[in-house]
């Protein structure tokens, strides 16, 4: 197995002999044998054990175990205990899906915070098969059926070649200490009710089904990378940047698109959390009234007149906030929540009046400072530059025809509670130049790439 080890890791380019690696280690079969093999290899590495404080004592003894595992291979050695339930709790997730979320976030951590260049899980290739039905019953697309990635970012997985029984063969040869995992054998969790019946069950009818699967995840990861650089190409020509987390995309290029690449707009929205039948649900409101909301997570799809509208729920949500941002008569620029720059110019004979929506050009001694910037309120009205009267920001909108995107991301200037700015649509009356103006203030609004 020795020899497999190095070949794989060789063969996937998962690192070079050089570089110091930290193994994942819960104390189980499968992260000990993956230690020896490091050590027989001759490698470079040190130990990271993760408590998640879920299986009381158990869980300590697994922490004792391992650290007297690294001090006898006189290695560096890292450990950290968890609240686990009360953060699956606070983040709303199976405990799961919480301890997955905590490792790899402090095995991140680690990477950064000391000289190991990658980090090592033992999943093998048993794991793989696991975690293709898991998504399969899940309803994910080829990126989730694919299999387990040999490499991704600073996470490496060299047991990937490795069979369950030829680690447990292995771990028997060479008399590797470990510790059994209680929960292991039990059918609480869906992987494990994966592992002690489903995959029996196809070993009875089948005791090389694993070859095949071999097979089966080559072709599904040539199939999915070519629907991955599809997708890329299309979201290419479908998606239009309104912002740092905020997306449009145009419904008729949906259309255009539909059916033959549906796929493909699947995978564009799955890397927001969005899944195929909630796909399926926004691909139905395109012949409904605007207005209908998808979620996803931290994402929301607003669906418009002839757009649908991709951001951030905390964003999207903001609306009518009464977040304000001050602008004294000296300020520069700023960047949040809009950048814009600003600028005192004496008026003269030179001076030309720029008729462009992102710029506001108003007469200094009109302002009161200091000026603010914040979201629109109920009952706001202004008086827009080129109309006589005043009007509600709601009519404008409407009469704008603005889309709930556009109102949910407007801004506006204010000069001592007044409107002088709708930012990047309209100036006020009560601030305009005039042939009195003398000084101007102006300011740009730099617009989303």
């Known amino acids: 197995m020795i020899n497999q080890f190095i070949k794989y890791i060789n063969s996937q380019k998962l690192s070079d002999f050089s570089d110091k690696i930290l193994l994942t ?43 007297k595992a690294a001090r006898h291979l006189d290695v560096e050695y890292f450990e950290k205990s968890f609240e686990t339930l009360g953060f699956a709790d606070k983040k709303k997730l199976s405990i799961q899906e919480a301890a997955r979320e905590l490792r790899y976030l402090w095995f991140d951590q680690l990477i950064d915070e000391t000289s190991y260049k990658y980090y090592a ?21 080829t990126a989730g059926l694919r299999g387990i990635r040999p490499k991704n970012k600073a996470c490496v997985r060299p047991m990937l070649f490795a069979k369950s029984a030829d680690i447990e063969r292995f771990a028997r040869e060479k008399g590797i200490q470990f510790r059994e995992d209680s929960s292991n ?14 995959i029996p069950t196809m070993e009875n009818i089948n005791p090389g089904f694993r070859k095949g699967f071999e097979k089966t995840f080559e072709i599904i990861r040539e199939t999915d990378d070519y629907i991955q650089k599809s997708a890329k190409e299309t979201e290419t020509d479908l998606i239009i940047k309104t912002g740092k987390n905020n997306l449009r995309i145009p419904t008729n290029r949906i259309l255009q698109l539909l059916p033959e690449s549906k796929i493909l707009l699947f995978e564009i929205l799955r890397q927001f959390g ?14 409904n009234p605007p207005g209908q909301k998808f979620y996803a997570g931290d994402y929301q799809i607003i669906r418009d007149r002839d757009s649908l509208y991709l951001s951030k729920r905390n964003e999207a949500n903001q609306g009518f906030s009464q977040e304000k941002i001050t602008i004294e008569h000296n300020t520069a620029i700023i960047s949040e929540p809009v950048q814009i720059s600003f600028e005192i110019i004496e008026r003269d004979s030179n001076f030309q009046i720029q008729r462009n929506k992102t710029i506001a050009q108003m007469d200094f001694d009109k302002l009161v400072f200091p000026l ?6 109920t009952g706001d009205y202004f008086s827009p ?12 909108f409407t009469d704008e025809k603005f889309s ?10 204010t000069s001592k509670n007044n409107i002088a700015w709708i930012i990047g649509h309209r100036i006020d009356n009560r601030v305009k130049i005039d042939h009195l103006t003398k000084v101007v203030f102006m300011a740009v609004l730099k617009q989303a790439d």
């Open 404 to 413: 709930h995107h556009q109102k949910m991301n407007t801004w506006i200037l």
């Open 385 to 396: 530059i080129g109309m006589t009267g005043r009007k509600k920001l709601s009519d404008f």
């Open 25 to 67: 280690v819960s104390g189980g079969i499968d992260s000990m044998v993956m230690v020896h093999l490091f050590k027989a290899s001759g490698f470079k590495f040190g130990i990271a054990h993760c408590n998640f404080k879920l299986r009381g004592t158990e869980s300590d003894q697994d922490a004792i175990f391992v650290g």
């Open 185 to 198: 054998f039990g059918n609480k969790y869906l992987r494990n009710k994966i592992r002690h019946h489903l």
């Open 372 to 377: 603010t910037i914040r979201k629109p309120k």
């Open 274 to 287: 969005f899944n195929y039948s909630t796909l399926n649900n926004i691909i139905n409101s395109l012949n």
């Open 121 to 141: 899980t033992a999943h093998h290739f048993d794991d793989q098969i696991e975690t293709f039905f898991i998504n399969l019953f899940r309803g994910t697309g």
